[in-house]
């Protein structure tokens, strides 16, 4: 006798969702950046120094951060409130361990979903975690900036480091946050 | 729609020829933790939803980053799948409803590299019900309530909650915790307050306190007396340190399991489990002085739950120490 039984799962990451993601401005000139950064190790000295280098470069209006309160949850809802009425283009992360890179990069997602540019940073080595991610919201083929080895995915770095880092990932985060020329 | 349509699962079907067939499948499938599962049929998931008197598609909870909703009928096809009997499953339906608590903080708990476990402590009357193991050994095999209720959680969250290793389950090693880690607080050693009734439930009702565990440290001291064996306690839990999360905040809480032979000599000297707490709390969150001697941060002396378990022998007890969570609880609910 045959036996039937039932499918214990909600089915994978492909949902069959679909997210439109926000249109793109045509430079960052006169944009205010938002930093929805999550604490992990010290990524926010390379936020601050990516903000910077990108209001000296591209004549960003302003630049507007909110660090979570924990590494692996949405923003207070008063942190989200000053990144949505204030910016207009944002980077999310870093993206370093399994649950702040896949929660970062939904952070993105919610961002775009509501008609802000975003774009979130982390380590290559979370990619697969967070591609299943943008998988299940609908954008499997939303782009994420990784950094790599030798860099310390949960952002153990030194000052140096971390500005590097920056000064590496910076034309990545305005190619993903404008359109494309 | 009919009543016997309401109580009808409506999940996808597989079929096998037999239930070997159906094991196999499964593992082909990606639904098992590595272990042979008891096939789900209709009629099983059925025997398990009716002693929780929920429809199949009651919401015990969401995890809303990974836009998951987590529903009656796959709890009990994955406790189907544990090896649960019926009766545990209003247990189970309280565990996974504590486990999607927003300050149990499921999406991070479950995806981060740390590979945190979760503890299941079970209090009230429903420890004898169903027999939950809560005196010598219960940590470990050979108890069908703790291994497959520990198990049944474990599954809903690979199953349900899409926790997958190499995808959304990142834990660097993972560990031997989250196949199963279920036990009951032994309330009868003592005249201690249960765990439940110091969190203001009734001593008949049953309840599921749900802790995540980052560290599971063990404490082995043998000091004749109650302060002598604190010392012990507070030096080795500065060894690790618990620091201030922000998100968590206030009520974010800390577990000892309390050792028989270490129990005997609190209750003998007539010491209560908020006697323990006080005296702890001033040592485990002094000032931190070096790399060895980190404090813990901790709100007040009422986020440190003293539990009761284990066997005579070894006089040894356990501090479960928390991911980015605090500890939950639920009252089970039977039909």
Known sequence: MTVLTLDPTTGGVDVGAHLTLAPRPRSLEGQVLGIVANGLGISEVMFDHLGELLRESDGLAGVVKVVKPS??????????????????VVVTGFGGCGSCSTRSMRDALDLEAIGIPSVCVGHDQLLPAVQALARLVGAPDYPMIT???PHNPTGVWTKEEAAGIAERVVQQVRACLVAPQ | MTVAEESTPSSPTYEYDDDVAAIEGFFERGFTDGMPVIPPTPARVEAMLATSGLAPDAVLGEVPTR????????????????????EYFPTVVATVRAFLQPKANAHSTTATLAGAAHAVIINGPVRKEID??????????????????????????RNVC???????????WSWPLRYSFCFGEDEERSDWTPLHVQLGY?????????????????????APEPKGILEGFWQLARVYGLGRDEWAGDDRGIVFLIGLEHSRRFVDDGWTKEQIADELYPKLTAETTGRLDKNLSLASPKNIHIVAAGGPGIASSWLLLPHLSVPTHEAIVAA
Request: a negative charge; hydrophobic letters at 45%; aromatic letters at 6%.
């Open chain 1, 147 to 149: 950094v790599g080895y």
């Open chain 2, 202 to 222: 009734e001593r008949e009702q049953s309840v599921v306190t749900l802790q995540s565990v980052m560290n599971l440290v063990q404490i082995t001291e043998f």
């Open chain 1, 71 to 88: 590494v692996a949850v949405p923003p207070w809802p008063e942190q989200w409130a000053e990144i949505v009425d204030n910016a207009t």
């Open chain 2, 67 to 86: 836009n998951v909703v987590v529903t009656a009928e796959k709890t009990a096809i994955n406790a189907v799948m544990a090896g649960c009997r019926p």
């Open chain 2, 162 to 172: 899409k926790t997958v290793p190499h995808v959304l389950d990142r834990a660097s």
């Open chain 2, 132 to 157: 939950v193991e809560c005196g010598q050994a219960c940590m470990g095999p050979g108890f069908r309530a703790n291994a497959t209720i520990g198990r049944a959680l474990r599954l809903v969250i």
